[in-house]
């Protein structure tokens, strides 16, 4: 596609459920990003993919989030039992060499 | 890791006045730095990139400047204009990882 895409854009889910976010990259780039962007914030980062290589998990904030990439296509970062904290704005990014592209973003509402 | 200061958090300028935002960076090992723009509701949009083995990069009104030694970059907008209002983040990515590392963000308003 023209640009990385995510979906839902937006999501409103009950304390306790799970919710599985989606990302499909740009066409042919090999690293893909998950980030959090809580309201007002910067972005804090929560795991990397880069091939076939095994996955950067290191910003992942607890065991109840988890993601996977197929090869080098879609990706999706799953919230096992949200809590109103996990509300925020999940946003991807792929990359081919250096520049980081971002999609719009999926903006997760816990209630 | 990584650890990325941004300032001011937000800054307001009369149209057609430069806007600089400034950041600095902890680990001397980073040696690419972009700045990203983004409008509400959107995701982030690169708008221009420096690597450490410049110092300074221009692009029409957007300019960024690197300072090694001092570990900081700025970024400079001349001519503002209305449209250019958003939120700014500068990131550093160190040559040992690849995911990028984030300011805080600035809200710059161009006021008319």
């Known amino acids: 596609g023209a640009g990385v895409s995510q979906s839902p854009s937006n999501k409103v889910t009950e304390k306790g459920k799970d919710v599985e976010l989606r990302c499909d990259p740009i066409?042919?780039?090999?690293?893909l990003y998950w980030y959090r962007q809580r309201l007002g914030q910067g972005l804090e980062f929560l795991i990397y993919f880069q091939g076939n290589s095994a996955p950067d998990k290191s910003g992942l904030p607890s065991d109840r989030f988890s993601a996977e990439r197929t090869g080098e296509s879609v990706s999706t970062l799953t919230i096992q039992r949200t809590q109103q904290e996990d509300s925020a704005v999940y946003l991807c990014a792929s990359s081919l060499t250096t520049e980081a592209f971002f999609g719009q973003g999926t903006r997760l509402t816990v209630v | 890791g990584e650890n990325v200061e941004q300032h001011p958090s937000t800054l307001s300028v009369q149209e057609g006045d430069s806007a600089v935002i400034k950041c600095t960076y902890s680990?001397?090992?980073?040696?690419?730095f972009p700045w990203y723009k983004q409008e509400l509701g959107k995701g982030p949009q690169l708008i221009i990139d420096?690597?450490?083995?410049?110092g300074e990069k221009k692009d029409q009104r957007i300019a960024v400047t690197l300072n090694k030694t001092a570990k900081h970059f700025s970024l400079h907008i001349t001519e503002t204009q209305p449209e250019d209002s958003a939120v700014y983040f500068c990131?550093?990515?160190?040559?040992?990882?690849?995911?990028?590392?984030f300011g805080s963000g600035t809200q710059l308003t161009v006021l008319p």
């Open positions: 066409s042919g780039h090999t690293a």
């Open positions: 990131a550093a990515r160190s040559g040992s990882a690849r995911q990028l590392t």
């Open positions: 680990d001397s090992a980073s040696n690419y």
């Open positions: 420096i690597r450490s083995n410049v």
